[in-house]
Each structure stands twice: as structure tokens, then as C-alpha cells.
């Protein structure tokens, strides 16, 4: 028995990557996508891809979708309008899911400090559990509600949350340098994703100053019971899907050489999506590309006092729509990896 | 009641591709995988992406797994190996697949001119079909041999067939300009696979002589029932998958405007995982990245008297290991899309 | 003594490249550069790169830049625009580059099937020498308005012209198949132009229809002495620089095996920027990267009866802002090369 | 008047660069060039891009090249075969400079621990200034012998050695995490350098075991008057050419808002390659590309206590080729930027 889908904000690369997951998803079935600048449109003139999947499909607007309603909402718009259409996608489906930022912070005081303006429904804050399941799936249980979490906060908490739970690094002086393929930014016409731009080329950006800063903080902070700063540097790198974070944090006294390592083996000895890579080798981005997995890796540096760790992801699925669906799935009962089972290609 | 595979040279992408496809097919199960080279090391050391769907395979030799015999074997050797182990695999399993090119022509004397010797098994030729399902699909049902064709005339071929079966354009004067992907030439150590050499660089190469010009001719010939030959020309450019065939052909003469399209969709309208685009719109690699589907498209140039038609495919999958797996479902009488469902990737 | 220069359409990627080379020239300083769009900001706004080369110049309006005039105007501005501004420009300056196509075809009455639109000032047609100096080095000395040939043409003319002009081919038949990285296409927001829809992609575009036609066509039209019509395809592929033309036409009867190369070597034995590899090599976009030089092949192919050609450029350089520089070179007297002796990188 | 030069191991990439960019030299014109795998092949069949530039010159081996001796010569080395040839090679020319780590440590304990093997001539180590001119510029005026950075050090070093010099950031805790194009590995057939494996990826590498790391300790060591430790992290990523280094410090008691800044306009004001950019803006791989510029920008992040700098060459030029000229010239008396004029693509 099939639950039915909606989409709003279908028509961007984590709505369309939710398009592709759900395509081959046992239990869930797109009933509508809603486009606004694309409705009335076949989804398959934006995402020629797409065909074989969605030979019928066009984009609806949002308002047509909403007035539908569904089984579960995805909601894949840009940071700012959830919030906004919270109420409305809630009456319109029991479970909504939104891949914005919009419901991620537990704070309201935190929205005008990053994201520049006050958040319009501050009552519903800390009630939308945080969507990363390695660390809060027993609150994703049943949820009727869900914040799935940035593309950069996933990959650096699934690196540095086993650390800092395990008190292995001290909360001072954390450090995050994440390196992103260009489709994190969205299908969006601006200068520096152009390919004679982006192509060999890096660049560091926002730092100091990127809005996910605040959210890998917060989840931080919960594990190690005090509140901490994270110096977090975003790059571009000429690719097109993946994250890459190396995290780096100081040992704390007493920690041996087995101790970080043994904090990974516990945290992810069972996670269905999470590969633990054995010492040596470290997460590469190509060997997860289009899937919801995640290679993590870690090692204690005693001549300098500090572990480092990395995690490699899909931006654009285990960092926004594998991760959705993924919550999708516990929050009804379903199998964990119903849809997810994807292999990445080798080369 | 899942069938046992095994795949001869499952250490290259094409044998690597061909354990990511049957990881998720519901009918045929990897028994065993050889690769000489790496024998007795995981599957995973050399394709970390295989972590999750293998994790306990390691690759055997080729002489242990033909005495395991399967129910399907796949070779993906070298080329000129396979003729020599035809009668071994053939013995060691009810079904082979070679996707070499050593059954694929049926004229013994080619070899000696493309491919520089003697064919060790000339009486095998002619008896394994030539595993384009497209034109051969009758001649595969319930096969035990097949020859699994290859990248370049898969691609050519879906863009050429139906002009030249419908006589659209004439025999003589046939040119194809492809494009391929780095992947093609395999996962082995030439200064010219090099990322630094490689990128930002486009090239022709082997002018004139590339070894599956006579395939391409081969199969022309059979549908246009004359002798012909075909101007081929490969290029190297920088990407991983993918590779597009952009044909050229003469018009026959009172042939009107619509009858190239016509010719398309009367081959391609009911094929599963052919999509002809709309008039106006041609094939993209990166529409078809990672599956075994192909785009097609065609125009005819009433200014300079010629038909242009292209086809986009993964040179991996619908040019490897996805054709192979397409051909071993129709030779079995399963469904021929099982396993192969897969949605491609939108950016 | 330093001539003095005017850019009128710096802000563009072939602006840009004049800039670049112009930095480095021993007899030509940039005096002025308009950009109306960036008009008051400093170049290096834009290009970062010029930091060094221009770190006081800042884009000017073109009313400022024709109303100081200069000894040279280079005109890089989009199609169209360069027709309405000739008259200006020539008063401005004693010479006066295009870099569009406004003047590059002899026959008014093309604009209107190519362009859209007719010429704002047919007189002026054919007064303008096409500035291919490998073909039309006499017409360029002295010469005091140049159209630069499209970056295409200039690929397919180098491949062509040797044959063309021997009678090596036949006029009818001819098939020029294009590669060009996507910095062709300027720096303009479109979506075809992001990484993540550029990259891992090729496909051809303007089949049969691409505005860069007519101009081949002309120039091949004048060395055979008879009308023709080429079918030319271009495509993109995932590279920022470069353009290959991969050229075929039919042999005409009683051509020897030598012919064709023959021709080529009278060509460009002597041609201070184009390299006739030895055979069996074929051009690279890499070899001619960031430099004014090309590298040309041909081989006649007997099993087919046809000649294959190609040539590789930098698109923006010979194929744009180089041979612009060439021109000038010419029409002033000076060294062919000055400023335009740049070693390519090796990778 | 010219002084000759030979290269020590030219057909690799470094050794290219010195000869693409030497080509250009008013004052140094090669005399010869070994690469012994390629002995007797002109430089041109290796690389083809310098044919305009070296249509003439081939490959001698190494024992040739010592007998004939130069002016300056230019050791292009693998690490550890400069060290058993200094001897002969500075009897050979006046001037030696090994791109080599060779010389670049001077404590000859530190080889075995980072390199394996004992120093084949400790007591040459010391001698041989270390050639990064932004901090080392009076011992290298006349200087015979230079030890020519490594890549990752340059980038380093350029990003932190104000900071530490001014005291800005403390000692303890540095974070080096930097990212580089694939062509740092230079010109040989491993799997990783492969473009289907390196396309797409980024991983980091040797994560605190870098050879490059005793290099950055040594020379900030030197600054701050103290020994201290690095965390340094190199990762490689899809591109062809180029260095970026994110570096990440604790600021020091006290310290205000401006002085990191300061600091760098101290240290870079005068400087003939390297850009301070304005505030807000960092450094971009792009916009160095083929050049000996360095990009460079710092931020103090009180929120976090740290401070942020950043530094981009090109990983051939600044990084090895570029830089090793730039010694030259100073040793020689020459322009600092003689034959160094470069002027970076802007796309």
C-alpha cells in the first residue's frame, strides 16, 4: 500500500534528486511536484533525465500542490519560505519534511544573527526534530515533523559527533575546512558557477561567516553538554556532487591513540549509510557519488596533540534528499534504506 | 529462484560495472568474481564504492571461477582473450556473455586487419548473436552465446540503424564523429589517461583504424544488405562516462522531410530504454550517466542534402555491462528492464 | 614608440584575452576599455587575473571610449552591435578591428537568414578583409578594418582550406564536426553554461543552423571557385578553452595518397603559428592552450575514399582576442608576432 | 648577454615549466636538458606544446649534460637523487638550484624520520638558503646554491608567515589544510592520477605525514624563534594546476582586529607576486593559473579567537618552476621578475 508525495520546490536540484530517489522507493509515490517557475511544464524539460522515471509528470505551483495535499510533504525550497508555509504544508499532509534551514535551529535569536531576518514562526522552533538519524533517530520515530539537515552539517557532524560525545577532543578550538562540489549551490544562474568560472579553480568562501556555522554548533553543543564555536570554512571545488569536511580538534588529556578511534567503531558499527574506513585510508567523495552513503575516518596525530577526522557525502543526497527520505522512512515505519539501496558507480 | 553469476575480469570498470548492476538485480546473484591480478584481495580494496553492496567478495582467479561454473557467466577480459576460453566458459556455464570483441564479427578475415591476429576459434563465429537487442532482440531469446557489442557501434548503431534499414540515406558516404569519455579506454596506466593530460584536451585518435569500425560496418551492411564503409572517427574528451556518436549520411534521393523521423519512431517507439527526443532537442551523456539508457535524436539538413542523427549512451553501462545484463535477461526470459531500472542523476 | 588602444567590449571573455595579450605587447598599450555594464569599476573587479597587468584601469562607457579615440579600436562586442557602431568606430581610429560577425560576410543578403535581421550598413560589406591571415595575409597589410573570423570557422578553415584549394576534396559533401569548451559561449548566465550542467556532458547544439556556417562556407566557397554548402555541427564539451574541428570531405578522383598532405605542407610550411604535426598525430586542444597557435592534421583514408582533417586552437585566442592581435600586427606593419610569442603550458 | 642553462631532469612537469618558461627568459637561454627515460627524443615528443619554443632541442642524458656543464643549472629531480648529485652538479656551474627537498631541511635527523633514509651529504645541508624570496631575499643576492621550496610549503608559508612573525597567531595549533591539482604529482602512471579516478573526488592524503610538513615547522620555527607543530593536511582535487592552502591559527592575547591585516600589508606591500586582496575577498587557484603570482588574504574571526589566512599559486610555477627562476634572477643580479611577466587566462 503506497503512501502518496509532494513536492514543493521540485524544480531545484535537491527537489529533483527527491524525484530520483523516489522513483524507485517501494512504498512512497509522487502524486505532485510543484515548480512555481516551471508549472504547467513536464518535469522531463527541466530534468531530461528524468524521462523514463516521470513520463507524465508536470511541475503544479505550490499552491496547487498544498491544495492537494499528500501522504508526506517534502519541502525543498529556498531557505525562508518554509517557514512561512509551515502551517499550510502541516494541515496539508502528516508528515512534512523540509530541507531548509528554516526549522534546523532550536534558537530564534539565531535567524537575525545568520540568516538576517527574524523567523516568522518561532513558536514551531525545537519542535521539527533535527533530521540526522546517527544522532537523533529515536526522536525521528514517528515525527510527524522533520528539519533535515544542511549539506555541510551532515558531513561535518557525522566526522567530528563521535569525538565530542566521547569527550576525545576538547570543545575549544574546533576546526571545519569542507570542500563542496559546485551543485551545492543550487541550479542557479550566477557568475561563479558558470563552468570557464568554476572549472580549475578553489576558492574558500564566507568564512567566518557561513549560515550552517550555527547548526553544526548547536548539534555539537547538545552532545557535549557545553556551548562551543566551530571555525567553519566552506571552499568550491571543480566538481559537481560531494562534500568533503576534515575536521580538526585537540586531543583531550589523557586520550590514547585507540580512544578515537574506538568512539567511530561504536558510533558507526551499525549504521546502515555509514562506512568507517579502516586506518589508513580516507573518505573519498567519488566512492558515494549519487548515493545516500557516507565514508567517515579518523586518526590520532600525537606529535601535534590533535585528531583529525573526515566524512565524505553526496551534497545533494545524504546532504539533503537521501537524508529526507531516509527520515522519511523511520518517521512512518518503514525499513530504514526502503529506496536508498543505490550502489555508487566505481569510476 | 535467483540464478548464480560469474564474471571473468571483474577487476576493470566494465567487470566492476557489472558487480553494481547485479547488486540490485532480483533474478541473478554474483557467485564469483576473477581478476587475476588482484586474486584473493576484497572486491572493495579496488572498488571502495562496492563496500556496501560486497562486503565479503573478494576476487578469485579466472581458473577457480571456471570451475565453479554459474549459471551466467560474463566475461569482461581483454580482447583476444575471450576466444581463447570460449569453450571453456561455454563448458563451465549454460550462458556466456563475452563483452570483448572476439565473437562480434563473423567474418574470420577481419581479425587478422583490425585486430592484428588470427582468430583462435573461427568456427564459433556466426554463432554467438550479436547482443544489440534493438536490431537482434529475436536472435537473443534463449541464446547460450552472446557477443556483447561495443561502446562506440552501440551508440553509432542506435543512431544509424533505422536510416539505413529504411534506406533514408544512401550506403556510401557514412561518417560517425564520436565522443568519448576517459572511462573507455579502461582503468590501466597510459600517460595519456592521466588526469593532467587528459583534462581540458579533446583529440581524435586512431583515425581511420579504430577496431570497431568493422562492427559498425558489419551491422550496417546486414540491414542495408550491401557492403559499405564507414568514415569512423573517436575522440577523447574530459569527462568519465559517456560517449556520443554524431552521424552523417547522404539523403537517398525522394526521400522528404519527414522520413527520418518516422524511421526513429517506428524502431525506437516501443523500445524500453530508447528515448527519441523531440524535434529541436539532441542527445546529452549526461542524461543517460550511469544507466542503460540511450537518447536519440535526428534531422534531416534539406539545405545541404544530408540526415544528421546522434545517440548518447554510458559508455559503461548500456556500452558495457548494462547491455550485457539487458542481453542475459532476454537469452533467459526474464524481464528485460530487471536490474536495470535505474534513474539517472539530474546535475 | 607605442601605439595606442581602445577596447570597446572589455568586460567579455574575448575583451578580457585582449587585455591580457595586449599587457604583454612591446607596441600597443591599452589607452582605454569599455565595459558599459561594469562602467566605473576597476578591470580587476572582474578579472582578478589582470591584477598585475592592469592594476589602475577601470571599464569605461563606450561613448567615453569612442569619444577619446585611439590608434587602434578593437570591437568585442555581441553580434549586432559592432553594424550600428562601424561608422563611429572608423572615425575614432585610423584602424578598427571586429571581433563579431558583423563584417564578415561579403553577402547582405545572408544576415537576415543567419542573423535574424538585416545589416544595418550592407555598403560597408566586403570592405572589411576577413582576417584569417593564413588565407588573406596581402588583404591585411595595410589594411584599416579587419573582421575577424568566429572561432569556429577559424578551426574549420585551417583543417579545410589546404584541400580546398589543392582539389584534394570535392566541394560537395563536406562535414565539418566541431568541439568547443564552454568558454565560448562568453560569460553569460545561462544554464547550459553552469559546471553542473556542463560537466560530464557533451552534445551537439544548432545542428544544421549555427551562424558560424555561412563563414566557412564563404571562405572555402572563394578558394574552390564555386558555390557550396558545408554541414557543420557544433558541440559542447566539459573544457573551458579550446576548439577542435574534426573535418571530412570526399577525394576527388585520381588523388594519391601524398596529396593531401602535400598541400598542407605548402600551407603552412612557413606559417608562424600553425603546426602541421608528423603523421599519425593528431591536434590536441591542450598543446594550443592559452596561445594564438594551432596545430593541424590530415590523413586520407583510401579504404574510404575520403580525407579527414582537423585542427585544435585556443578559442579565445587564435580563434578571438590572438588573431585580432595578428591582424593589427599586419595592418600596422609590425611583427606578425609581436605579443603573441606565449609558450602553451605542457599540462 | 645570455647565460646558459641546463636542466636536470626535464621531462617532468617542473622540468617542463623551467623550459616553457625559460623560453621567454631575456637572460637565460637553455643550453641543454636530460631526462634520461627519454634520452635522444626531442623535448617537442613528450611535449608538444613547446614545439614553437624548442623545435630543435632533444633530451641528453644526465651524464651528458653534467660534462658539458651551464651557467646556472636546475636540478628537476625525483627527491633524493639531488643530494648524490650536488656535488658534481655544482662542480659543473657556478650556480645550482635543486627543486628537490633535498637541501631543504637543515636538520639532517629529520630526513630519516620524514624521508626514510639517512641525508647523503649532511654536511651540504645549511648551506643551500632556502628560496622562498618573500622571506629569505638577502641570503639569496649572489647566493651559488638554492634550495627551491616545495609547493605546499610556498602556499603555506606565504598564508602564515606574517602571523607568526608578528606574533599574531600563538605557535601552538596550527592548522595547514591545503588542496592541490593532481599535475603536483607529477607526470607518472599511478592509479589516483588517473582522470576517471581522480574526476569528481576529493580525499585528503599522508593526513600527518607529509613530507612537506618538516619544511613549514622549520621555516616558521625560524620566525617565531621557537619549535613548533604543524597539522598539516593535503587533499587532492579535480583539477589540473594549482595550490590553495586554508590556514587557521589562535590568535595571540591582545591582539586587535587590524593587526592581522596589518601584518600582511607589511609583509606584502612591495611584493613583485603577491596580491593582497581586499578585504572580503580570498584567494582563487584561477587567477594565478600558469603564472609565479601568489593570491592572499587573512581574516581575524573574534567570534572564534582565530585567525584565517589564506594563500593560491600555481603549484608549477610559484610552487616549483616560477620560483626557481625568481631565485635565479636574484642570485644572478637579473629583474627579480625577468622572464616572469606573466600574465594569468582570465577564464
Redesign the interface.
Known amino acids: 500500500m503506497s503512501r502518496t508525495v509532494g513536492i514543493l520546490g521540485a524544480s531545484g ?1 535537491a527537489g ?2 527527491l524525484l ?1 530517489l523516489l ?2 522507493h517501494p512504498d512512497l509515490t509522487v502524486a505532485w511536484a510543484s515548480g512555481d517557475s516551471s508549472a504547467g511544464q513536464p518535469v522531463t524539460t527541466r ?7 516521470y513520463p507524465a509528470l508536470s511541475f503544479c505551483t505550490l499552491d496547487e500542490g498544498l491544495a492537494k495535499g499528500a501522504d508526506v510533504i517534502f519541502m525543498a525550497l529556498p531557505h525562508g519560505r518554509s517557514g512561512a508555509l509551515a502551517a499550510q504544508a502541516t494541515a496539508a499532509a502528516p508528515l512534512v519534511l523540509d530541507l531548509a534551514a528554516d526549522f534546523r535551529l532550536h534558537d530564534a535569536a539565531l535567524y537575525p544573527t545568520w540568516y538576517g531576518e527574524e523567523h516568522p514562526a518561532p513558536s514551531e522552533l525545537g519542535s521539527w526534530p533535527y533530521g540526522l538519524p546517527e544522532l537523533h533517530r529515536d526522536e525521528l520515530a514517528g515525527a510527524t515533523k522533520v528539519a533535515v539537515p544542511g549539506c555541510y552539517p551532515t558531513a561535518s557532524l557525522l566526522a567530528l559527533a563521535p569525538l565530542v560525545r566521547a569527550g576525545v577532543i576538547e570543545t575549544d ?1 574546533i ?1 571545519v ?1 569542507a ?1 563542496s ?3 551545492g549551490a543550487g ?1 542557479s ?3 561563479n ?13 564566507n ?2 561567516g557561513h549560515r550552517h556555522t550555527p547548526e553544526i554548533e548547536q548539534e555539537l553543543a547538545r552532545l557535549a553538554g557545553t556551548d562551543l ?3 567553519f ?1 566552506p ?1 568550491l ?6 562534500i ?1 569536511a ?1 575536521c ?1 580538534g ?1 586531543l583531550a588529556p589523557g586520550v590514547t591513540t585507540d580512544d578515537s578511534r574506538a568512539c567511530f567503531e561504536e558510533a558507526y558499527g551499525h549504521e546502515p549509510f555509514v ?1 568507517l ?1 579502516p586506518p589508513g ?10 548515493t545516500n ?1 557516507a ?1 567517515v575516518a579518523v ?1 590520532t ?1 600525537r ?4 585528531a ?1 577526522a ?1 566524512a ?1 557525502i553526496d551534497n ?1 543526497v545524504k546532504g539533503a534528499a537521501g537524508q529526507a527520505v531516509q527520515c522519511a522512512n523511520i518517521a512512518l515505519g518503514l525499513p530504514e534504506t526502503a529506496g536508498l ?1 543505490l ?5
Open positions: 536540484y529533483a534528486e530520483r522513483a524507485r530534468y531530461p533525465s528524468l524521462t523514463a522515471a578550538g576546526v575546512d570542500k562540489g559546485v551543485s541550479r544562474l550566477k557568475d558557477l558558470l563552468y570557464a568560472q568554476a572549472d580549475e579553480n578553489v576558492s574558500p568562501y568564512v567566518g564555536a566551530v571555525q570554512t571552499h571545488i571543480p566538481m559537481t556532487r560531494g568533503l576534515t580538526y585537540r562506512d574506513l585510508q580516507w573518505p573519498r567523495t567519488r566512492a558515494v557519488a549519487t552513503r565514508q586518526v596525530d606529535r601535534t596533540g590533535r583529525v573526515a565524505s545533494l539501496d550502489v555508487p558507480p566505481g569510476p
